[in-house]
């Protein structure tokens, strides 16, 4: 099996893929703190949680929006599966094209999305990917990146509010009832995700209307927050939350055989 980490801002995602097929993924939060050892230990806890064998990890691969923690992983990788951890950015060989004006500034999350999305679906995508931030990446059928938006992720927006705000109290994202709150939380909560909503359909209603290729671009959703939102937010035409494990898999399969050829 192949491990396959994802290291956002706030937090990782970890998977085994199996062939095509992610078997296990686990979600962490991300810490820079954490030594190799420390990531060894975490790594071969989450396979006993799933009762996989340590020695069916073959190999891995990462893909990091993190520099700090990008290291020790690796390292702790090796410690826990005797691999050595093949770590995808704009310098990998992938059969993909950045055209933007800055390609080495293009993080890793967006290049492997870009590689999954266009092996996978075949044409035009607008990737929506609800982390830390909330990213739009703008994908060809053929594999080129154009470019997207950033925008501040929906718990960013949250912990910014309540924390900026004296009278506002912390409050748990759950999708609302309704748009009306009768409660201040009720009220945070409408604001914050349907203030998501509507950003993402008004954003990706600006791309399509910028779109050069004459093709409608299909809107996937992908991130932590995903699955919460598709249900409110019609414009996701389709939730994969595990777009950018399987893009990793995809990206090792390519190096790995470009390596031993």
């Given at each position: 099996m192949l491990l396959v980490c994802d290291v956002g801002n706030t937090e990782m995602t970890i998977g085994l893929a199996d062939s095509s097929l992610i078997v296990s993924h686990w979600r962490v939060i991300t810490s820079s703190s954490r030594t190799p050892h420390e990531f060894a230990l975490l790594l071969r806890s989450l396979?006993?949680?799933?009762?996989v064998a340590h020695a069916a990890v073959h190999g891995a691969a990462i893909g990091s929006v993190v520099p700090s923690v990008t290291a020790p992983l690796a390292e702790g990788i090796r410690l826990a599966f005797g691999v050595t951890a093949l770590n995808i950015d704009a310098n990998s060989a992938l059969p993909i094209t950045l055209d933007v004006d800055e390609p080495q500034t293009v993080g890793a999350d967006r290049i492997i999305n870009t590689l999954a999305a266009s092996r996978i679906y075949e044409r035009d995508c607008i990737v929506v990917d609800l982390g830390t931030a909330t990213t739009y990446d703008c994908i060809t059928r053929d594999a080129v990146f154009l470019g997207g938006v950033i925008a501040p992720g929906v718990l960013t927006s949250l912990e910014t509010l309540t924390r900026r705000t004296s009278k506002l109290p912390a409050t748990e994202l759950r999708a609302p009832e309704r748009v009306i709150g009768r409660r201040t939380e009720e009220c945070i909560r409408s604001g914050v995700l349907f203030g998501a909503v509507d950003g993402i359909t008004?954003?990706?209603?600006?791309?399509?209307a910028e779109w050069p290729t004459g093709?409608?671009?299909?809107?996937?959703?992908t991130g932590g927050l995903a699955a919460m939102l598709a249900p409110l937010c019609p414009t996701l035409e389709?939730?994969?939350a595990d777009l950018t494990l399987r893009g990793l898999q995809m990206a090792y399969a390519l190096l790995s055989s470009e390596l031993s050829g």
């Open positions: 396979l006993d949680l799933d009762q008004g954003i990706v209603a600006r791309i399509r093709r409608d671009p299909l809107v996937i959703g389709i939730v994969d």
